[in-house]
């Protein structure tokens, strides 16, 4: 069974780009969460998505969004990127997200660097 | 707001011996906690869970410890293994926040043989 899997692993962007991670969860996994993984402030709720809609969302500015899609794949934008965004953006997938997120799983991540 | 947050940053620990690795909580309201592991280049992978009914759980090889009194939870790694090398995280939330994980800041576990 493949696990959650992130693209593109690492990518460079110059400060007022935008950029966009995908993540396709695991086969049947209806519930997506992203995280921003920083040394500074270490692993933050960004937002998740289950059936097409957000269900929850982190105290991060508008400038970050994502989309579900039918197959449960998802995507997320950052746009007007900032130095400070440079980090590991994490997605996680569950089969219905519900709290017992112990079922969470995560992917190996896509590292964003922006000079 | 929900905080989490580790006492120790780095635990050197000799094979063979036993980890222990602390966690602290502000939000009383939480009660769910998770314990994650995450080696160099990968995402946290699951090691074990308690909920807040309970005051332990055991794994394998991992024993979670939850003191709601003092706000505070542990992972006890029995036997470690360089395999056990790695950044350990401890993560909680409340009710009806899904899979909004608090997540605390990491202590980096390193085996030495």
């Known amino acids: 069974k493949a696990g959650v899997t992130q693209t593109p692993r690492y990518l460079i962007k110059t400060r007022g780009q935008q950029v966009t991670l995908s993540c396709s969860p695991i086969?049947?996994?209806?519930?997506v969460s992203w995280y921003q993984q920083t040394p500074g402030q270490g692993l933050q709720f960004l937002f998740e998505y289950f059936s097409e809609t957000q269900r929850n969302k982190g105290n991060f500015p508008g400038r970050f969004s994502g989309r579900q899609f039918s197959n449960s794949r998802s995507e997320m934008n950052v746009s007007t990127l900032e130095l400070g965004d440079s980090a590991l953006y994490l997605c996680?997938?569950?089969?219905?997200?519900?709290?017992?997120?112990?079922?969470?799983?995560f992917g190996e991540g896509s590292r964003l660097t922006v000079l | 707001g929900e905080s989490v947050g580790l006492h120790l940053p780095t635990l050197s620990v000799q094979e063979g011996d036993n980890s222990i690795i602390n966690c602290a909580y502000s939000?009383?309201?939480?009660?769910?906690f998770i314990w994650y592991k995450q080696e160099s280049g990968k995402g946290p992978q699951f090691i074990i869970d308690?909920?807040?009914?309970?005051d332990k759980r055991q794994g394998q090889r991992v024993t979670v410890l939850l003191n709601k009194t003092v706000k505070h939870l542990s992972l006890q790694i029995a036997a470690t293994q360089p395999g056990d090398s790695a950044v350990y995280f401890c993560a909680s939330n409340y009710p009806g926040t899904a899979s909004k994980l608090t997540f605390g800041t990491g202590t980096r576990l390193q085996v030495t043989l």
């Open positions: 996680a997938s569950s089969l219905r997200g519900g709290t017992n997120t112990g079922e969470l799983f």
């Open positions: 086969s049947g996994h209806r519930s």
């Open positions: 308690i909920r807040s009914n309970m």
């Open positions: 939000n009383s309201a939480s009660d769910y």
